[in-house]
């Protein structure tokens, strides 16, 4: 009785020695990278970095114990993402599996008002492998941009951005990581059609020292070129544009003529086109009528355009 009552003494004593034992946590000293792998919560397919995940506040319980942390990447590695570390604050964002190869893990770092997002690879082993900066790496310029990491672990950088004649373009970078650790390039996409691009302006050359003789453009497939007339009652003018991504474009040169200060017209002597020219302080806006023979069917010579700085001349030694 005594030994079966002390075998049954042990048992008890290890089941409230197990239950006692504290788990382990992001902020421990003693971490392993494999503990820290195991940590990391799994995100869902598709995964995205963008600005909003960037700029949230992130719950205290992601903070990560940063000299643990250190030990898991080469000093290299580490000095580079994070030159500073006075005031530095990390945050666990979670993982990605790379079937049964690795992890793709989330790491975010705050710093003041700078905050960035890495994106880290450990092996099967939990050993490093390779990083790459995803807040470096996202699209310059305006419109919405971000990461997506897809089910089969594309890395993608991607750009979309809203034309002013409304056409939604779309830039992609696509990574991929070789079996050195390296982020390279796989493939570049775009669905910006460059084939109605303006090929070139047959009025560039023409004086332009009258107030409103300039280039006029939205972007670079779209353009109003105004240049000096012959007399002061009239100007020369040329236009492109391209509409409904590319589908619709119109193009058509002439001369106009002043019918006040800041408005001059063009009457087509071949059909019933007629173009009014409202002239602002920088910009002007075009309207037509019944100009269909020189465009798609589908849209119109009208619009506002910003005036362009013009370009500075070199000066001569």
Same mark, same amino acid.
Not at 193 to 206: A, E, K, Q, V, W
């Given at each position: 009785?005594?030994?079966?009552?002390?075998?049954?003494?042990?048992?008890?004593?290890?089941?409230?020695?197990?239950?006692?034992?504290?788990?382990?946590?992001?902020?421990?000293?003693?971490?392993?990278?494999?503990?820290?792998?195991?940590?990391?919560?799994?995100?869902?397919?598709?995964?995205?970095?963008?600005?909003?995940?960037?700029?949230?506040?992130?719950?205290?319980?992601?903070?990560?114990?940063?000299?643990?942390?250190?030990?898991?990447?080469?000093?290299?590695?580490?000095?580079?993402?994070?030159?500073?570390?006075?005031?530095?604050?990390?945050?666990?964002?979670?993982?990605?599996?790379?079937?049964?190869?690795?992890?793709?893990?989330?790491?975010?770092?705050?710093?003041?008002?700078?905050?960035?997002?890495?994106?880290?690879?450990?092996?099967?082993?939990?050993?490093?492998?390779?990083?790459?900066?995803?807040?470096?790496?996202?699209?310059?310029?305006?419109?919405?941009?971000?990461?997506?990491?897809?089910? &089969?672990? *594309?890395?993608?950088?991607?750009? +979309?951005? #809203?034309?002013?004649?409304?056409? !939604?373009?779309? =830039?992609?970078? $696509?990574?991929?990581?070789?079996?050195?650790?390296?982020?390279?390039?796989?493939?570049?996409?775009?669905?910006?059609?460059?084939?109605?691009?303006?090929?070139?302006?047959?009025?560039?050359?023409?004086?332009?020292?009258?107030?409103?003789?300039?280039?006029?453009?939205?972007?670079?497939?779209?353009?109003?070129?105004?240049?000096?007339?012959?007399?002061?009652?009239?100007?020369?003018?040329?236009?492109?544009?391209? &509409?409904? *991504?590319?589908?619709?474009?119109? +193009?058509? #040169?002439?001369?106009?003529?002043? !019918?006040?200060? =800041?408005?001059? $017209?063009?009457?087509?002597?071949?059909?019933?086109?007629?173009?009014?020219?409202?002239?602002?302080?920088?910009?002007?806006?075009?309207?037509?009528?019944?100009?269909?023979?020189?465009?798609?069917?589908?849209?119109?010579?009208?619009?506002?355009?910003?005036?362009?700085?013009?370009?500075?001349?070199?000066?001569?030694?």
């Amino acid at each position: 009785m005594n030994r079966y009552f002390s075998l049954v003494l042990l048992l008890l004593l290890a089941v409230v020695s197990c239950k006692d034992k504290k788990p382990k946590e992001i902020t421990d000293a003693d971490l392993t990278a494999a503990d820290f792998i195991t940590l990391a919560a799994e995100l869902s397919y598709p995964v995205l970095v963008n600005d909003s995940v960037i700029n949230r506040k992130e719950k205290d319980s992601l903070l990560i114990n940063q000299e643990t942390y250190k030990t898991f990447l080469p000093d290299s590695v580490y000095q580079q993402f994070y030159p500073k570390t006075k005031g530095l604050k990390l945050y666990l964002l979670g993982k990605i599996k790379d079937g049964d190869k690795g992890n793709y893990v989330l790491v975010k770092s705050v710093l003041g008002k700078t905050k960035a997002v890495q994106l880290l690879y450990f092996d099967k082993k939990a050993a490093y492998l390779g990083s790459m900066n995803v807040t470096g790496l996202l699209p310059k310029g305006t419109g919405v941009r971000y990461c997506r990491i897809d089910n &089969k672990n *594309n890395i993608s950088f991607i750009q +979309e951005r #809203k034309t002013p004649t409304g056409e !939604i373009w779309t =830039n992609e970078t $696509i990574y991929f990581m070789d079996e050195k650790g390296r982020f390279i390039v796989a493939m570049t996409n775009s669905t910006e059609d460059l084939s109605d691009l303006i090929m070139g302006n047959p009025i560039d050359s023409m004086p332009r020292t009258q107030k409103y003789s300039a280039d006029y453009s939205i972007d670079k497939k779209n353009l109003v070129s105004i240049r000096d007339g012959k007399t002061e009652k009239e100007f020369e003018f040329f236009i492109h544009f391209s &509409k409904q *991504n590319g589908e619709c474009v119109g +193009e058509v #040169k002439g001369t106009g003529e002043w !019918i006040a200060k =800041n408005k001059g $017209i063009f009457r087509d002597a071949s059909s019933d086109c007629i173009l009014t020219f409202d002239f602002g302080t920088s910009s002007v806006r075009i309207s037509e009528q019944n100009c269909g023979l020189y465009r798609g069917i589908t849209c119109f010579f009208e619009g506002s355009y910003p005036r362009k700085a013009e370009p500075k001349k070199k000066k001569k030694k």
